[in-house]
């Protein structure tokens, strides 16, 4: 929470200056104060909103490598095409990392189960993904977290460190369960926003034209053209040389 911390005292200090500005006779400090103070709250919110600023909490949002691995993630299955997916990541070879969501995972117990037959990672994605998930309390978002774990300990019999903040939304609360529970913060590199995609070629334009090594690419089990945007992506990375490869095993390697 460095950034965020360094913002507080730089802000703090600003206050004090702008009232002895104030208080030794100058009328318009308090103009100074106003703009910012708007300048802080646009700085909070973005950092709340910009996985890559890691503003709270220390995030990866890539993995720099010289194999040419990528990392692909779907976020907020398993659901009905988790399967489909799955069975492309078979037919080109490939591995994918799922954050999942807990309650997802307890309703889908098969697809579950298949996930980790195959060979994939599952990480957490919090246990509910409701909307108001980010503005819960630090006692309620640990919960979801340590419950989600658990569900993840059931089905693969290993213990996980990896989180995904839901939305990549991140704040005090959220960093202070994390540092709790001792997770690492998962994010990306490239944002496909595949869901909001009818077509899916927009998303798939989005990854192929910029991927590069260690690149960690956000995609969805849920988004409309999951299938259209994966499977051409599969070919993109086969023509181009790239290969896959798991989140948890590429930082177990490395420490
Ligand atoms: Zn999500």
């Known amino acids: 929470m460095l950034k965020f911390r360094t913002l507080n005292i730089v802000f703090a200090l600003l206050i004090v200056v702008f009232a002895m500005l104030q208080f030794v006779g100058f009328e318009h400090a308090w103009i100074l104060l106003l703009f910012v103070f708007v300048v802080y709250v646009i700085v909070v919110t973005l950092g709340v909103i910009t996985v890559k600023w890691q503003f709270f909490m220390p995030i990866i949002c890539n993995l ?3 194999r040419k691995e990528i990392f692909l993630s779907f976020d907020d299955g398993p659901g009905e095409k988790t399967k489909a997916i799955l069975d492309l990541l078979k037919d080109y070879k490939a591995t994918g990392n799922f954050f999942c969501v ?5 309703e889908n117990p098969v697809f579950a189960k298949l996930i980790v ?9 919090s246990y509910s ?8 309390s630090r006692k309620k ?3 979801e977290i340590k419950n989600t774990n658990a569900v993840i300990k059931k089905i693969t019999g290993k213990s996980n460190r990896y989180f995904r903040p839901p939305y990549g939304v991140s704040n005090p609360n959220i960093a202070g369960a994390v540092r709790k529970l001792n997770m690492v913060c998962i994010g990306w590199s490239i944002r496909s926003f595949d869901t ?3 077509e899916g070629t927009k998303a798939l ?10 690149d960690i690419v956000l995609l969805h089990d849920t988004s409309p053209q999951i299938i259209f945007i994966l499977e051409r992506l599969l070919i993109f990375l086969l023509e181009n040389g790239f290969r896959t490869q798991r989140i948890d095993k590429f930082l177990d390697e490395k420490n």
Do not use: A, Y
């Open 141 to 143: 978002i640990t919960e």
């Open 102 to 106: 807990g309650k997802r995972l307890t």
């Open 64 to 66: 720099p490598n010289d």
């Open 196 to 198: 909001n995609d009818k």
């Open 117 to 125: 037959d195959e060979g994939h990672f599952i990480g957490n994605h």
């Open 205 to 214: 334009f989005k990854i192929t034209s910029n991927l590069k090594s260690g």
């Open 129 to 136: 993904h409701t909307s108001n998930f980010p503005v819960q």
